[in-house]
Nanobody, 127 residues
Framework: QVQLVESGGGLVHSGGSLRLSCSAS????????MAWFRQTPGKEREFVAA????????YYADTVKGRFTISRDTAKNTMFLQMNNLKPEDTAVYSC????????????????????WGQGTQVTVSS
């Protein structure tokens, strides 16, 4: 069974940067679309960014477009989220997710399209 493990979260000042990583166990990493979501207490899970199984195209929430970059390294079974110009409203637990079915790409911002999730990593941005 595939497992996803996030790392790279932490505390950063407003305007700073962080790079999150999502390491996947098992094979077939390169055949599944992946995504990042975030959640704060009392709120629903929010879509952040997604990447197709081939590496392109990529998709972003309007709130992070131009500041965040999603990428993947299939040889290392790892996905990344480079976060620049961070804002206090970016504070959340960030989780990576793998799509339920290989070679699919519709509704990338819907959590229901993903069936494997990491445990999450906390990102805190101070003002």
């Amino acid at each position: 069974q595939v497992q996803l493990v996030e790392s790279g979260g932490g505390l950063v000042h407003s305007g700073g940067s962080l790079r999150l990583s999502c390491s996947a166990s098992g094979r077939s990493f390169g055949t599944y679309g992946m995504a990042w979501f975030r959640q704060t207490p009392g709120k629903e899970r929010e879509f952040v960014a997604a990447i197709n199984w081939s590496g392109t195209p990529t998709y972003y929430a309007d709130t992070v477009k131009g500041r965040f970059t999603i990428s993947r390294d299939t040889a290392k079974n790892t996905m990344f989220l480079q976060m620049n110009n961070l804002k206090p409203e970016d504070t959340a637990v960030y989780s990576c997710a793998r799509r339920q079915f290989a070679y699919t790409s519709g509704d990338v911002n819907s959590p229901e399209r993903y069936d494997t999730w990491g445990q999450g990593t906390q990102v805190t941005v101070s003002s």
